[in-house]
């Protein structure tokens, strides 16, 4: 560690806040609040924000509700008791242009101690008004001969992240002495190779100007080189996870020209895009090969994903392994289900669905466990105990980013060193998925089948409600078919603004939509009786399905044609783009109706983006600007919010640049060997190290 060769005259990085003069155990105890506990963590406290105090204000020109920094000789102080054992301090100061008056609640002693007539000091503060402009606890700091060492005003100031009892004056006073003690004891981090080719200062400098900067552009680019920093280590730790991954030559090396993979060619009704091409030749190399497959294929709803999954479940079948497809909900596992066994079942696979409400579990784990089944689907219960498999070579799982980190750790420690295959619509920017899906690799379907319309998308005010139901009622005529999304099931006492799905239903059913055949499915119905409604809804023996969100992810009925969402800024942005991508999965032109009227600014602006925009991609790009990356499910499980420093959004350049440099660092130097990657190294072990 760096400690045990520093100068032993120097103070240690690790030594407790507690051992500086005026931090006492009380004190302590606050810090660690701010996760200070010893000296590195001092100095890592890095600055939230800054104020600019460098424009010195003449005290003739302030105006009201600035906030301005005077420069003043004291005139005159004195000690003011108020009422109880209150006290103030009230000052008066004056500069070339005039004099003002400075007050500090509170604080009387001032006028005896520190603000002696003759005394110059800056004061930093907003501007009110009592007997003319005044400062009503300002933030100062008196003159001393040295004016390099001012901290709190006068200069670029320092906001910390803060808590009670602990102030940004204290923070600033013995941050600045630790740069002079303790800093010295700091190695340099960084190859001098990637601080030369960023441009980044050295550690000691970076960490000066972070803390006290000349100008707020110096402090920018300190901050930036400890956010890559950070973002280095996070990519470094991720791949040589991949690394070892790679190197362990354990996983098994699937068959990729046998009869079912051929078979399936064969009875597609359809040519495969471009893009699926090149996804299945890369996940079927994965497979052929000796390590472990860890991809994850990235697409738009209605891109064909599942198309791809299906070529990799018959090259697995060939060589008599099992698949396992893992999907997050029940209605989404039936559908996958009914699919591959209508693809599946005429090459001799058998396919069979495991729920957790399922009668019947036994005698199917039973056959699980023999290996009668090739291709088991299923929700979370495949994690159960009970499920073991026979030959387990290939994991599925759909729409990923619902499920934890830890769940999907679970599946794949169910078959050793089985290939994993990860999809989903989620389109987080490229560069985000980088980090989020970790050591996986990712591949990108960027193009629909052909022949694929965009969905029309049009918020309907409730004068055109009317028209839109006679509109269904053509649609269903014509043999197309619509969904009808409701927020809630049924009425809610708190929500009684919003539409539930079985009034609705009822309501419509025997009103504007009556003669038409409609169905109800929802999350409390038993799997049977969902799995009987999505059939007759894709056999086109309903014409109107009215529905909750269950219907959200994956479902795919390609004569569909019309989406009605009540209440729509009911949802987000992305469950509101999944919902659309419901329709317009066929050659008919789809459209996508937007009801009620949104309650907020947010709402609204949500409905207007929805309606501008088609590409998943784009929307996401529009949902992370409204709402900030923390709402990404999935990437708070992925551990990210630990960064302290970097903003994957803000910083979404500097991942990118981090991300290759550690590509080359590892190329290099798998294991981080090289004397001057040693304190990456000792960073990537320790992460709590960096404290960053
Ligand atoms: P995803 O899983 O990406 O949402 P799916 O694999 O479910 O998409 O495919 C959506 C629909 O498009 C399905 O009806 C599927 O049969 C159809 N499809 C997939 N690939 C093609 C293709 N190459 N040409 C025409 N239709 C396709
Ligand atoms: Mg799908």
């Given at each position: 560690m760096a400690d045990q060769e520093t100068d032993s005259a120097l103070p240690r990085l690790n030594d407790s806040v507690a051992l500086l003069p005026g931090i006492g155990p009380k004190r302590a105890a606050l810090l660690s609040k701010l996760g200070i506990v010893t000296l590195r963590d001092l100095l890592f406290h890095l600055p939230r924000a800054y104020e600019d105090r460098r424009t010195i204000t003449p005290i003739d020109s302030v105006e009201e509700g600035q906030t301005v920094t005077i420069l003043g000789e004291v005139v005159s102080a004195r000690n003011v008791r108020l009422r109880g054992r209150m006290s103030l301090a009230a000052v008066t100061v004056r500069d070339d242009s005039g004099r003002m008056n400075v007050t500090f609640f509170g604080r009387g002693f001032l006028a005896n101690t520190t603000f002696r007539p003759g005394v110059r000091a800056f004061f930093t503060g907003e501007v009110g008004a009592y007997n003319g402009p005044c400062l009503k606890n300002p933030e100062y700091e008196t003159m001393t001969g040295d004016d390099e060492d001012r901290l709190h005003t006068g200069?670029?100031?320092?906001?910390?992240?803060?808590?009670?009892?602990?102030?940004?004056?204290?923070?600033?006073?013995?941050?600045?002495?630790?740069?002079?003690?303790?800093?010295?004891?700091?190695?340099?981090?960084?190859?001098?190779s990637l601080l030369e080719a960023h441009g980044f200062p050295p550690i000691h400098d970076a960490l000066?100007?972070?803390?006290?900067?000349?100008?707020?552009?110096?402090?920018?680019?300190?901050?930036?080189?400890?956010?890559?920093e950070e973002l280095l280590a996070m990519q470094l730790a991720i791949l040589q996870g991949r690394v070892t991954r790679l190197a362990e030559e354990k996983g098994y090396r699937h068959r990729i020209n046998g009869p079912v993979l051929k078979g399936l060619g064969k009875a597609l009704p359809f040519d495969l895009t471009p893009a699926q091409d090149r996804v299945i030749s890369e996940v079927l190399a994965d497979m052929a090969s000796p390590r472990p497959m860890a991809r994850l294929i990235q697409g738009d709803v209605g891109c064909g994903k599942t198309m791809v999954?299906?070529?990799?479940?018959a090259a697995a079948a060939d060589g008599g392994y099992q698949t396992a497809l893992m999907a997050?909900?029940?209605?989404?596992a039936e559908q996958h289900h009914l699919h591959l066994r209508?693809?599946?079942?005429?090459?001799?696979?058998?396919?069979?669905?495991?729920?957790?409400?399922?009668?019947?579990?036994?005698a199917l784990h039973a056959s699980v466990a023999r290996g009668g089944i090739h291709v088991l689907v299923g929700t979370q219960a495949l994690f159960q105990e009970a499920t073991l498999f026979h030959r387990l070579g290939l994991v599925i799982v759909d729409e990923q980013h619902r499920f934890g980190v830890l769940q999907r750790e679970r599946l794949v420690a169910k078959g050793a060193h089985a290939d994993v295959l990860h999809m989903t619509a989620t389109p987080i920017p490229r560069t985000l998925a980088i980090t989020v899906y970790g050591g996986m690799d990712v591949s990108v379907i960027d193009a629909l089948p052909p022949g694929r319309l965009p969905v029309k998308t049009r918020r309907i005010p409730p004068s055109k409600v009317a028209g839109m139901y006679d509109y269904i009622r053509r649609e269903a005529e014509a043999g197309r078919q619509t969904y009808i999304i409701c927020p809630l099931i049924e009425e809610s006492e708190t929500r009684d603004d919003l539409t539930a799905l079985l009034s609705h239903y009822e309501a419509l059913s025997d009103g504007p939509l009556a003669g038409l055949r409609t169905a109800l499915l929802h999350g409390r119905l038993d799997p049977g009786e969902k799995e009987d409604i999505m059939r007759s809804f894709k056999a086109g023996r309903v014409d109107v399905l009215f529905s909750t969100t269950v219907i959200e992810v994956g479902v795919d009925v390609p004569a569909a044609t019309t989406m009605v969402i009540e209440d729509a800024a009911q949802f987000g942005l992305t469950q509101l783009h999944q919902l659309r991508g419901r329709v317009g999965r066929g050659k008919d032109q789809a459209h996508c109706f937007l009801l009620g009227k949104p309650k907020t600014k947010d709402g609204a602006k949500r409905l207007d983006i929805l309606c501008r925009h088609d590409s998943g991609f784009e929307i996401a790009e529009a949902d992370l600007e409204m709402r900030g990356p923390g709402e990404f499910r999935g990437v708070r499980q992925a551990g990210l919010s630990d960064l302290r420093v970097a903003d994957l959004i803000r910083d979404v350049r500097l991942l990118d640049r981090a991300r290759r440099d550690a590509e080359a660092i590892l190329q290099a130097d798998p294991r981080l060997e090289d004397p001057t990657h040693r304190m990456l190294k000792e960073t990537g072990e320790h992460p709590d190290h960096l404290r960053l």
């Open positions: 200069r670029v100031v320092p906001l910390y992240p803060l808590t009670e009892g602990v102030s940004h004056r204290q923070l600033r006073r013995w941050i600045h002495a630790e740069l002079d003690r303790t800093a010295p004891a700091l190695k340099e981090t960084l190859p001098a000066r100007r972070v803390h006290f900067p000349e100008d707020p552009a110096e402090a920018q680019a300190a901050r930036t080189r400890f956010a890559y999954a299906i070529h990799a479940m997050p909900t029940e209605v989404l209508d693809l599946l079942a005429p090459l001799g696979l058998n396919v069979a669905l495991l729920t957790g409400t399922m009668r019947g579990a036994k």
